[in-house]
Nanobody, 120 residues
Framework: QVQLVESGGGLVQAGGSLRLSCVAS????????MGWFRQAPGKEREFVAR???????YYADSVKGRFTISRDNAKNTVYLQMNSLKPEDTAVYYC??????????????WGQGTQVTVSL
């Protein structure tokens, strides 16, 4: 079965950096649009960044210039390098794999999440 396993979360001071990793198994990784989402306490899950099979990236305005998403198709892994972290970046970060199958139909897989906490 498909599994997405995140790692790399933790506690960091404001201005610090963390690198999240997500290892995928059970799917043809290179075909998937991979993304990171996050959910803060009391808030809805929100988009952070995504990367397609060829390496094209897209970011939420709130993280643009601070976060970098990348992927290694040989290792079935997607990364999120987070620099200049702010307290408002505190959330559970989720890895997502998305594949459009046919019109209006897609496969979506999620990891279990990894906690990122940024202190003042």
């Amino acid at each position: 079965q498909v599994q997405l396993v995140e790692s790399g979360g933790g506690l960091v001071q404001a201005g610090g950096s963390l690198r999240l990793s997500c290892v995928a198994s059970g799917l043809t990784f290179s075909r998937y649009l991979m993304g990171w989402f996050r959910q803060a306490p009391g808030k809805e899950r929100e988009f952070v960044a995504r990367i397609n099979w060829s390496g094209s990236t897209y970011y939420a305005d709130s993280v643009k210039g601070r976060f970098t998403i990348s992927r290694d198709n040989a290792k079935n892994t997607v990364y999120l390098q987070m620099n200049s972290l702010k307290p408002e970046d505190t959330a559970v970060y989720y890895c997502n794999g998305h594949l459009a199958v046919v019109a209006d139909t897609a496969l979506d897989y999620w990891g279990q999440g990894t906690q990122v906490t940024v202190s003042l």
